[in-house]
């Protein structure tokens, strides 16, 4: 739903600028491209029976995630925090914030999996499994388009 788009946006843009910044315009392009491919590949490999379509971004997004925590595992990242009607920023480090979106995609991952083999029919949504591939790809990708290059 919109909520996914807008925090895919989100992601890309706190976490996606730092890497195409050192990877140049050109090979972010091909990394992005090829981490959302290989994403859907690993949402396809797990799935393979579905007929339910995948299409999104987010197996690409999550890739950038994987090579933003490989090239800046140390930073800090401004957030919104939400207490009631109050709100308020505060750095978290980048390895929180992408640390709970992996672990929360492993859990919701391996639940798809166990909801759908105990009901018997497939469940639509969201592709936990191309995060993860994504992700993971991401980390393997990132070194070989220059990421770690002298600048």
């Known amino acids: 739903g919109w909520w996914h788009l807008i925090s895919n946006m989100v992601f890309l843009w706190v976490?996606?600028?730092n890497?195409?910044?050192?990877?140049g315009h050109f090979k972010y392009l091909i990394?992005?491209?090829?981490?959302?491919?290989?994403?859907?590949?690993?949402?396809?490999f797990i799935n393979m029976d579905s007929t339910i379509p995948s299409?999104?971004?987010?197996?690409?997004?999550?890739?950038?995630?994987?090579?933003y925590v490989i090239r800046f595992p140390q930073s800090r990242i401004f957030t919104?925090?939400?207490?009631?009607?109050?709100?308020?920023?505060?750095?978290?480090?980048?390895?929180?914030?992408?640390g709970i979106f992996v672990i929360q995609n492993v859990i919701s991952g391996f639940l798809?999996?166990?909801?759908?083999a105990n009901m018997?029919?497939?469940?639509?949504?969201?592709?936990?499994?191309?995060?993860?591939?994504?992700?993971?790809?991401?980390?393997?990708?990132a070194p070989l388009f220059g990421l770690f290059r002298r600048d």
């Open 15 to 17: 976490f996606g600028n």
């Open 19 to 23: 890497i195409e910044d050192r990877m």
């Open 31 to 44: 990394f992005y491209l090829a981490c959302g491919a290989l994403a859907a590949l690993c949402q396809w």
């Open 55 to 67: 299409l999104g971004a987010s197996g690409a997004i999550a890739g950038v995630l994987g090579a």
């Open 80 to 98: 919104l925090v939400f207490l009631g009607f109050f709100i308020t920023t505060i750095r978290v480090p980048a390895m929180i914030l992408i």
């Open 112 to 116: 798809s999996l166990q909801a759908a």
């Open 120 to 141: 018997s029919v497939e469940t639509g949504g969201v592709a936990y499994w191309a995060h993860i591939g994504g992700f993971v790809f991401g980390i393997i990708l």
